[in-house]
């Protein structure tokens, strides 16, 4: 394998390096990209979960790789129950310390300055106060960031590389299972008996907040049951750079 020309800080990332480590990288287990991750960045990067079967492979993967490894999640206050009791299972099954990032507002605070269920009447700002602004205050010490992306995902991920510059955020975003299927992240949950989220099992491959997600039909894109009936399709968080 090439040598990679190091990426010192969040604040250079040199697009060649970028391209270089996307070459070395497109055909490596998530192991390897997390391996290089750490070694270029340290305790500075972190991991992103919304507690979807990808986020269940790729924390255990970290969890291998670096025992103790921080795992952040937005907790917008409005998940499901059954997500926020998967988090105490992967507590006791993985060795990965959680970090639980919060709004500004509480949901009544946020009622009373813009109305009630925002997510009805404008999603967008809606994630914007529960998800993007917290998420770009907790990454703003941060170098990289690593997310469960994959292409196979939606048609607005099928172009996702591997590593990339977030030029919103000001970090590195890793993508370790790009190029994995949804068949391959079953295969990996039951091979090494991972617990998750028992809303897969009824219908729900893409989980969010319980107001903006819905089981999908049989035929569906696995992301149709997020913001059913409206154009919109991402929370905001993985903007193009």
Same mark, same amino acid.
């Given at each position: 394998?090439? /040598?990679?020309?190091?990426?010192?800080?969040?604040?250079?990332?040199?697009?060649?390096?970028?391209?270089?480590?996307?070459?070395?990288?497109?055909?490596?287990?998530?192991?390897?990209? #997390?391996?290089?991750?750490?070694?270029?960045?340290?305790?500075?990067?972190?991991?992103?979960?919304?507690?979807?079967?990808?986020?269940?492979? =790729?924390?255990?993967?970290?969890?291998?790789?670096?025992?103790?490894?921080?795992?952040?999640?937005?907790? /917008?206050?409005?998940?499901?129950?059954? /997500?926020?009791?998967? $988090?105490?299972?992967?507590?006791?099954?993985?060795?990965?310390?959680?970090?639980?990032?919060?709004?500004?507002?509480? #949901?009544?605070?946020?009622?009373?300055?813009?109305?009630?269920? =925002?997510?009805?009447?404008?999603?967008?700002?809606?994630?914007? $106060?529960?998800?993007?602004?917290?998420?770009?205050?907790?990454?703003?010490?941060?170098?990289?960031?690593?997310?469960?992306?994959?292409?196979?995902?939606?048609?607005?991920?099928?172009?996702?590389?591997?590593?990339?510059?977030?030029?919103? #955020?000001?970090?590195?975003?890793?993508?370790?299972?790009?190029?994995? /299927?949804?068949?391959?992240?079953?295969?990996?949950?039951? =091979?090494?008996?991972?617990?998750?989220?028992? =809303?897969?099992?009824?219908?729900?491959?893409?989980?969010?907040?319980?107001?903006?997600?819905?089981?999908?039909?049989?035929?569906?894109?696995?992301?149709?049951?997020?913001?059913?009936?409206?154009?919109?399709?991402?929370?905001?968080?993985?903007?193009?750079?």
């Amino acid at each position: 394998m090439a /040598t990679t020309p190091s990426l010192s800080s969040a604040s250079d990332h040199p697009e060649h390096s970028l391209d270089q480590l996307n070459r070395d990288f497109e055909k490596s287990a998530p192991d390897q990209i #997390l391996r290089k991750g750490h070694e270029l960045f340290g305790e500075k990067m972190v991991l992103s979960t919304g507690f979807g079967a990808s986020g269940v492979v =790729l924390m255990h993967q970290l969890s291998l790789v670096t025992p103790g490894a921080t795992v952040f999640f937005l907790d /917008t206050g409005l998940l499901f129950d059954e /997500t926020y009791e998967l $988090i105490g299972r992967i507590e006791q099954r993985m060795n990965v310390r959680f970090e639980r990032v919060l709004p500004e507002l509480s #949901l009544e605070e946020q009622a009373a300055e813009h109305g009630e269920k =925002l997510w009805e009447t404008q999603p967008d700002l809606c994630c914007e $106060i529960r998800k993007v602004r917290p998420l770009k205050a907790f990454l703003s010490d941060k170098e990289a960031w690593i997310t469960a992306i994959r292409r196979d995902q939606s048609p607005t991920r099928k172009d996702t590389p591997v590593f990339q510059k977030d030029s919103h #955020l000001g970090v590195i975003k890793i993508s370790p299972l790009a190029t994995w /299927t949804e068949e391959d992240i079953w295969t990996y949950i039951r =091979l090494n008996e991972l617990p998750y989220n028992p =809303l897969h099992d009824q219908g729900y491959p893409s989980i969010g907040c319980f107001p903006c997600t819905r089981p999908v039909q049989d035929g569906e894109d696995i992301r149709a049951g997020r913001w059913a009936g409206s154009s919109k399709t991402e929370c905001g968080i993985h903007k193009p750079s």
